[in-house]
């Protein structure tokens, strides 16, 4: 696969995401609930991860500075 491939599809697990977003795991299972997050990636049968450029994509929707 080429770069750009391996890129787009990297997994992100529980630690990674919360380093990438600052919140919490509760929060952000209540968000991806009501579709206000990216779904989490089946791995194995106990193991659960999120698509990279989704969270990246997310991170940078989110608005920036003080809303009044």
Known sequence: ?????????????EQDVHRLTGVSR???WRWEKDGQFPQRVRLGKNIMGWREH???????????GFTA
């Open 26 to 28: 509760v929060t952000r």
């Open 1 to 13: 696969m080429g770069s750009n491939i391996e890129a787009a599809i990297r997994i992100l697990r």
């Open 54 to 64: 989704e969270i990246l994509a997310w991170i940078e929707s989110r608005p920036r």
